[in-house]
């Protein structure tokens, strides 16, 4: 069971975030909060991008299929290393015509370049695959604040997806 002082601890993290949001939403426009106003370094992009990647979802899934396939999961990450050393080549193209053309988002990029065809099953491609990784951060966030309150794990889920 959660004793009071983390209980208020809890809560008072989560309206420091809020306030935080809050006050960051009212200096930003739509390209500073999606795109940081395209001016991002190398080491503040590649952090994003790792932080991005690497998260709920990333250890809930690595950790069931370590257990279902064991160390054999070494080449998940062999491969995820090399998707990522291709697209360390393939960024600095992607950034300029992204720059040039005002794009916000991949589907934007394959639009332009191969038509709306292309584009629409890009863009569902995309949804569905952020959909299931935003589905894994609710079940990892409600596992672990369920297991630190003792609070029903639905309704730990539930916050978690208001929060």
């Known amino acids: 069971m959660i004793g009071a002082f983390n209980l208020v601890f809890i809560i008072l993290y989560f309206l420091i975030l809020l306030y935080i949001g809050f006050r960051a939403r009212k200096r930003e426009n739509n390209?500073?909060?999606?795109?940081?106003?395209?001016n991002v370094g190398t080491l503040v992009l590649t952090a994003t991008f790792v932080a991005s990647v690497?998260?709920?979802n990333m250890i809930i899934t690595t950790m069931a299929f370590v257990y279902q396939y064991g160390v054999s999961i070494i080449w998940s990450a062999i491969g995820l290393f090399f998707g990522f050393l291709t697209l360390s080549f393939l960024a600095p193209?992607?950034?300029r015509l992204s720059d040039e053309n005002r794009f916000y988002t991949m589907p934007d990029f394959i639009h332009k370049k191969y038509g709306r065809g292309a584009s629409i099953p890009t863009a569902l491609?995309?949804?569905?695959a952020y959909l299931g990784f935003m589905v894994i951060q609710f079940i990892a966030g409600g596992i672990i604040l369920s297991s630190i309150t003792s609070w029903p794990y639905?309704?730990?889920v539930l916050l978690m997806g208001q929060l």
């Open 54 to 56: 690497i998260g709920g």
């Open 93 to 95: 193209k992607i950034k």
């Open 125 to 128: 491609i995309v949804f569905l």
């Open 31 to 38: 390209e500073g909060f999606l795109l940081a106003n395209r």
């Open 154 to 156: 639905f309704v730990s």
